[in-house]
């Protein structure tokens, strides 16, 4: 299994930026997909899971109504749409994935919010 982050960057507040998670080594579309992240000092936290079939998703509070979790099982990829971005959200943004009882986890992809 492997789960590979892209698309972080520096973004000033209220901006919007997409991170996607190329995953491989797995049946991709018959399983659930999260996103997590973890700021400077404080511990890792769930942002967004997206479950198939169905794409039913869920959001951690701090981010409901500001961020989309959504996937193309075509291309085995996961994205999170995060709009109206604030200072507080900048992070190591991780991808997710439970595989046969296996916990997996990408190698993070920094996400900055400043002006």
């Known amino acids: 299994v492997q789960l590979v982050e892209s698309g972080g960057g520096l973004v000033q507040p209220g901006g919007s930026l997409r991170i996607s998670c190329a995953a491989s080594?797995?049946?991709?579309?018959?399983?659930?997909m999260s996103w997590y992240r973890q700021a400077p000092g404080k511990e890792r936290e769930l942002v967004a899971s997206?479950?198939?079939?169905?794409?039913?998703?869920n959001y951690a509070d701090s981010v409901k109504g500001r961020f989309s979790i959504s996937r193309d099982n075509a291309k085995n990829t996961v994205y999170l749409r995060m709009n109206s971005l604030k200072p507080d959200d900048t992070a190591v943004y991780y991808c997710?994935?439970?595989?046969?009882?296996?916990?997996?986890w990408g190698q993070g992809t920094q996400v900055t919010v400043s002006s």
């Open positions: 997710y994935a439970r595989v046969r009882y296996q916990d997996y």
């Open positions: 080594g797995f049946t991709f579309r018959s399983y659930a």
């Open positions: 997206i479950i198939n079939p169905g794409g039913i998703s």
